[in-house]
């Protein structure tokens, strides 16, 4: 089965050797996205968590999809206090950008990660 990769340097850019995406058949594969070198790097919790799925958002809109093809996320965070203290406002931005389709999301409690500023990293799979 051929296999595309993809890069997104406008929407998401990679900070070493690896593909933003990977498209398999009707699968496609997200590494993991985070605020990096936006204006949300250095804000709260919530604003990289809308900053982090607008630009998985935005990659499912370069090729054609839509936030309803993500099945599944993996959810890595930094603060899981700061996850559970803000919980109203992560649903919000959840509902905001699934439209009550919502993948299957593992939330993991993760050490900081090189860039300490993060506090969320997510990655998708989609089908197309």
Known sequence: MDKEYKLYPDIAPVSSHYSRAVRV?????????????????????PSQLRETLGRIKA????????????VKLTTFVVDIEGWAKN??????IFEEMFQGKYPANSV???A???KPSLTVEIE???MF
């Open 25 to 45: 058949g009707n699968m496609f594969f997200i590494a993991g996205c985070t605020a990096n070198d936006s204006p949300a790097e250095n804000e709260g919790f």
């Open 124 to 126: 998708a799979i989609a």
């Open 87 to 92: 919980r109203v406002e992560v649903n919000s």
């Open 59 to 70: 990659i499912m809109e370069a090729e054609g999809q839509t936030m309803d093809d993500v």
């Open 108 to 110: 993991i409690h993760v």
């Open 112 to 114: 900081p990660s090189l």
